[in-house]
């Protein structure tokens, strides 16, 4: 469906902890650091926003997070040191250490696709693409809404909740 390197990031994600990170005391402001991960239509589309800035934040000045990742490897400025991207992490309750577990995990994806020759799409895929790629590994995942109250009844009578600090879960 054209979303390979869409999924590799999204797959690698969900095979880890959330990097996001919301203490109990400090619940808000990670929900205000994080809004700019949100994506209104989609969860996925939020992580893959995610990866995108903690692809730009490598590097330096003319790479800054709040640009796209393109601008960041398009960008010829040095990369932040270890210290300073694990800094700016933290001030975005993102957790460095599963950052870093989701950068080893993707790399390791993308070994094994480049391995069997698979090949990544060279142009972003679209919200349909994207979705459509996911359903098929996701069929456990899909729920139908409780009429009165929070909870989704899934395959097998499983109910399931949605995240409380997902944008989504705020919406009607």
């Not at 969860?43 to 601008?71: H, I, V, Y």
């Not at 957790?95 to 020759?117: F, I, N």
Request: aromatic content about 8%; proline content about 5%.
């Amino acid at each position: 469906r054209n979303a390979l390197t869409e999924v590799l990031v999204l797959a690698s994600a969900f095979s880890v902890q959330d990097v996001r990170d919301r203490p109990l005391e400090h619940q808000q402001a990670a929900d205000n650091a994080h809004k700019k991960f949100d994506d209104e239509r989609s969860e996925f589309l939020g992580d893959l926003k995610l990866w995108n800035w903690l692809e730009a934040s490598r590097g330096g000045p003319g790479g800054a997070p709040n640009g796209s990742a393109a601008q960041a490897a398009n960008s010829a400025s040095p990369k932040l040191s270890s210290r300073k991207q694990e800094q700016l992490m933290r001030e975005n309750f993102l957790s460095p250490r599963r950052v870093r577990e989701w950068r080893d995990l993707y790399s390791q994806l993308h070994t094994v696709v480049a391995e069997h020759g698979w090949r990544l799409n060279q142009m972003p895929a679209t919200y349909e693409q994207l979705h459509l790629s996911m359903l098929a590994g996701l069929l456990g995942n899909i729920g139908c809404k409780s009429d009165d109250d929070e909870w989704y009844l899934g395959a097998r009578g499983i109910r399931f909740y949605r995240h409380p600090g997902a944008n989504l879960s705020k919406k009607p």
